[in-house]
């Protein structure tokens, strides 16, 4: 009770330096880089996956795609300060490719809108597309590349610094309840009749 949540959509350098500075209490974040003064309370793998038509000429090949079919066709994306924009980043210099986007934005939501509208592609989270693929119109391609394959979603808090009651119970909600992050139930082991 009297617990009031503010929610900021932010660039994940952004949101770092938020918690950073004691302006935010808990952030969370895609792929955040490491910094001195951010601790995660709960990472969850949520590897970086190509979001396309279901007739996009990659979904219809099957099997993952590769970094040189990132650059064969319309490619729009968030800009480099969010996670995925340093993903792409770090792959460029890794493996000495150039990706030039079509079109970036930092709105996810203009992101699927292209997608579904032309023959473009974008890479999302999986879990940031779970509605469009329940659509049957989309769908998504891996990406072959350790870097797409190990990104991680992340609960992050200013390192060394004791939450007051509301923002606890709100972390806890999050670390509990939140798909992405809660641990997984198994269901209780059934003792045999003898």
Request: no cysteine.
């Amino acid at each position: 009770p009297g617990l009031e949540v503010s929610m900021t959509m932010l660039a994940v350098d952004a949101l770092l330096d938020e918690v950073a500075e004691n302006r935010a209490h808990i952030g969370l974040a895609y792929n955040p880089p490491p910094h001195a003064r951010i601790a995660y309370r709960a990472s969850s793998a949520q590897p970086v996956v190509l979001l396309l038509r279901k007739d996009h000429p990659l979904a219809k090949r099957g099997g993952p795609a590769s970094l040189n079919d990132l650059q064969a066709y319309p490619l729009a994306l968030m800009p480099s300060t969010f996670g995925i924009g340093h993903v792409v980043s770090m792959a460029q210099v890794a493996a000495n490719v150039s990706i030039r986007p079509t079109l970036v934005t930092n709105s996810l939501s203009a992101l699927k809108r292209f997608v579904t509208a032309e023959n473009f592609m974008t890479l999302v989270g999986e879990f940031a597309a779970y509605r469009e693929l329940g659509s049957e119109e989309l769908t998504t391609v891996a990406v072959a590349h350790p870097l797409f394959e190990s990104a991680q979603a992340r609960v992050l808090v200013k390192a060394d610094r004791p939450l007051a009651a509301g923002p606890l119970e709100l972390l806890k909600w999050i670390e509990e309840r939140m798909p992405m992050f809660a641990p997984v139930k198994r269901p209780a082991r059934r003792k045999p009749i003898r």
